[in-house]
């Protein structure tokens, strides 16, 4: 059974940092490509971060560049997303992905699985 756990949500200032995991099973997390997706209030799901199986080559969406890193650590089956420098504006439910193929190929790339996803809610 896939299974994909994301945990490390919560309340953070402005400013602050946060960093999510995301514990894999069920499918070979090792040769996929993984990715974080995002969904506020209101609003539609958006992506945020991908990373190859290797974690060789990453993507992100302009909104976090510079301030969010997407890693991975095979040996765990466990994707990341640390967060740096937050905004009201990341208040959302974070979701994990899991890719069909071992790269992200681009915005057309559908994630095969995903997680339930964790509320990060960014407030003072």
């Known amino acids: 059974q896939v299974q994909l756990v994301e945990s490390g949500g919560g309340l953070v200032q402005p400013g602050g940092s946060v960093r999510l995991s995301c514990a894999a099973a069920?499918?070979?997390?090792?040769?996929?490509?993984m990715g974080w997706y995002r969904q506020a209030l209101g609003k539609e799901r958006e992506f945020v971060a991908a990373?190859?199986?290797?974690?060789?080559?990453?993507d992100y969406a302009d909104s976090v560049k510079g301030r969010f890193t997407i890693s991975r650590d095979n040996a765990k089956n466990t994707v990341y997303l640390q967060m740096n420098s937050l905004k009201p504006e990341d208040t959302a439910v974070y979701y994990c992905?899991?890719?069909?193929?071992?790269?992200?190929?681009?915005?057309?790339?559908?994630?095969?699985?995903w997680g339930q996803g964790t509320q990060v809610t960014v407030s003072s």
């Open positions: 992905a899991a890719y069909p193929g071992t790269i992200y190929t681009g915005i057309y790339d559908s994630p095969r699985y």
């Open positions: 069920g499918f070979p997390f090792s040769t996929k490509a």
């Open positions: 990373c190859s199986w290797s974690a060789g080559t990453t």
